[in-house]
């Protein structure tokens, strides 16, 4: 009995609010009380009230709430009540942090993280029970194409959870932008029917508008051959080179080119010879667009790493050998100027079409989403890991849902542009799918895989293992504060079953690529949770931020061509060159494209930095923000050094890595 003090946070987006009247009740330990309250929530407030219960309820246990509505059901934005009890009553925090619809009573717990069987009465491991049965009718696997990651039921946008879409500025600026830049494009379009389309240089009548410093720098620069290896380390893409240990058995030496071999054995014996293999790409078919045949290719290209830390082509092998067919051509460095640039042209399609479908939308879009549904099927709201995970998570399923239905669905922006368009995209999916390792998706794991572990001016490795190492002090801090000990992670029923559904349901039994089915101790623990929301924040930032950067001047990775590979050399023109490279339309629909998906969006979170409190107490709130501290020191460290280079590598500054996947 005494006096409640009670505040209601209603969300800060637009609609948030809402005109219907909202009833609250105290659940204790001893009894519950019903609060006369007349709130309808206002956008962005919190209201406060002093109210007297006469009856000894006891220790908070929930709060439980049920809107009213007349006529028109009004959703309302919940993010949090909170209630101070009589006396020295601690205050007790009850997060929300959904949509609020409907007439049903909703029950908020107390927000402290509980494990199942930490409860001493069985009234949370009853509630915690009901969510989840009630989430997963919600949250529904479906298969989107056979052999690929499973995704959330939903064909259209309208069909998610409404706690999973977009709030409405970001579905506005969203729809805003796609629709800037179709007109855009459409202005270029006009624009270069009064003028010729026949050498690099008319790239420059759709090279205005929006793009970035860099983006002007890859334009002067892009036949550079020390940009073009560069850009295997720290470019939209960098996650194709390898160290090479031998020379690759598809490498096809023909005699007379024994001094190229000799200076390749003598890179490879000095630890210095690189590669980067597009062999993924092999028999994948290509698009078909307006009528006309696109052309896709399988390059291999072999590197050397100069003692200054410049990494330049040594030898370019379009396509793999065939035995049917006379030797594949070698394109090397000092051939004719435009045979040697049509043959990195080459190269830097196929990258575009690995980098957007492999490294881009199945290692972090399909994964993060793959996180996302079991999150919300296996683990409850009270559950840590549940509270751990729910920032990263923000997004994803309706950007993944736009994206089957807008950018690699029927008629969709891939079948427009893309070489890999019309089904070719679906294959190299699935082959990029039957690959994926859980090892692939650890940077430590990874780099070392391709031995780039020390590589001199690699930015992009170097940043992400200070990233992963912070993110996994993190986790452990946040881990060790619930489960002290091994056994507690094996008894952990929920923790298990999220386990198996991400390995063998999402993934579609991914244990025999090294995806674990269960979690034996607090080290395996905490090695998957990092793994989880590095993929979900770093690692899309530095494989999507890229693109606008690195896309926008299209000759530098041209999204499709339209001319089949050279089998000669001297027979290359630049009518070649620009019947191979994208047409005006194709041209115009990238830059549109790499700036939509690539520039900074307008609401966003930066890691870390998540306003949501779905943790209460003094410890986790401890923890995260040393990881706050953790990252702002890493902050300092990157923008010092990028003072000192001619080419700053921004995309895993912490302030500039959002905090799920969002676009």
């Avoid at 049920?66 to 009589?86: E, M, N, S, Y």
Wanted: charged letters at 25%; proline letters at 6%.
């Amino acid at each position: 009995m005494g006096r409640y003090r009670i505040r209601v946070a209603t969300g800060a987006w637009l609609f948030s609010g809402s005109h219907n009247r909202v009833q609250l009740w105290l659940v204790g330990a001893r009894g519950e009380a019903e609060l006369e309250l007349q709130l309808r929530p206002a956008r962005g407030e919190e209201e406060e009230f002093d109210r007297d219960v006469a009856e000894d309820i006891g220790l908070l246990q929930f709060v439980r709430l049920r809107k009213h509505h007349w006529l028109v059901d009004d959703a309302w934005f919940c993010d949090r009540i909170t209630v101070q009890g009589p006396g020295a009553c601690a205050e007790a925090a009850f997060p929300c942090y959904r949509w609020v619809q409907g007439e049903d009573i909703l029950s908020l717990p107390e927000g402290t993280a509980r494990l199942p069987g930490d409860n001493a009465l069985d009234v949370f491991q009853k509630h915690r029970e009901k969510e989840l049965k009630d989430r997963q009718q919600i949250y529904c696997w479906a298969t989107w194409k056979e052999g690929l990651p499973l995704t959330i039921a939903a064909e259209r946008k309208d069909d998610l959870p409404p706690n999973m879409r977009f709030h409405e500025e970001k579905r506005l600026d969203f729809e805003w932008t796609l629709k800037a830049g179709a007109l855009e494009m459409a202005l270029k379009r006009v624009y270069t029917l009064l003028s010729s389309w026949n050498c690099l240089e008319d790239f420059d009548q759709i090279f205005w508008g929006q793009k970035s410093a860099l983006a002007e720098k890859v334009h002067q620069c892009w036949q550079d051959d020390e940009l073009f290896g560069y850009q295997f380390v720290n470019g939209a893409n960098p996650m194709l080179l390898r160290r090479s240990t031998s020379l690759p058995s598809r490498l096809a030496l023909p005699s007379g080119m024994e001094e190229l071999r000799a200076q390749l054995e003598k890179e490879l014996q000095n630890g210095s010879l690189f590669e980067a293999d597009f062999i993924l790409l092999d028999g994948i078919p290509a698009n078909v667009i307006r009528g006309e045949k696109q052309y896709l290719a399988a390059p291999l290209v072999m590197l050397k790493m100069e003692p200054n830390g410049k990494l330049l082509p040594m030898v370019i092998q379009i396509q793999p050998p065939n035995p049917s067919s006379p030797a594949p051509t070698l394109f090397l460095p000092s051939d004719p100027p435009l045979a040697w640039l049509l043959a990195k042209s080459w190269v830097r399609n196929s990258d575009f079409q690995l980098h957007q479908l492999q490294y881009h939308l199945l290692n972090t879009h399909l994964v993060a989403e793959v996180i996302a549904v079991a999150t919300m099927r296996c683990l409850p709201g009270l559950h840590p890991i549940f509270k751990l995970l729910i920032p990263h998570i923000r997004y994803t399923m309706e950007i993944n849902t736009r994206a089957r239905t807008q950018l690699i669905s029927d008629g969709g922006i891939f079948d427009k542009a893309v070489s890999t368009g019309g089904g070719g995209h679906v294959q190299l999916l699935r082959r990029a799918t039957a690959q994926l390792t859980y090892c692939s998706l650890c940077p430590p794991d990874d780099l070392a895989d391709r031995g780039l572990l020390g590589l001199p001016g690699a930015l992009y490795a170097r940043d992400a293992l200070r990233l992963w190492e912070i993110i996994a002090r993190y986790v452990e801090g946040i881990v060790h504060l619930f489960y002290q000990r091994d056994d507690v992670v094996r008894g952990d029923p929920e923790l298990q079953a999220w386990c198996r559904e991400i390995t063998e349901v999402g993934l579609c039994q991914a244990q025999d690529r090294g995806f674990p089915v269960s979690f034996q101790s607090q080290s395996q623990l905490c090695h998957f949770l990092t793994m989880c929301i590095f993929t979900c924040t770093a690692q899309h930032a530095a494989i999507n931020q890229g693109q606008l950067d690195w896309y926008a001047w299209v000759p530098n990775a041209p999204c499709t061509m339209r001319m089949p590979p050279p089998t000669t050399k001297e027979d290359v023109t630049m009518a070649t060159v620009m019947g191979s490279l994208p047409d005006v339309q194709q041209a115009c629909l990238q830059m549109a494209i790499s700036w939509h998906l690539g520039r900074r969006q307008p609401d966003m979170v930066p890691l870390g930095h998540h306003k949501e409190k779905y943790f209460s107490g003094p410890k986790p709130k401890a923890v995260l923000n040393q990881f706050r501290t953790d990252l702002e020191n890493l902050e300092k460290e990157i923008t010092a050094r990028n003072e000192q280079l001619d080419w700053p590598y921004e995309y895993l500054k912490p302030s500039c890595i959002e905090n799920s996947v969002t676009i």
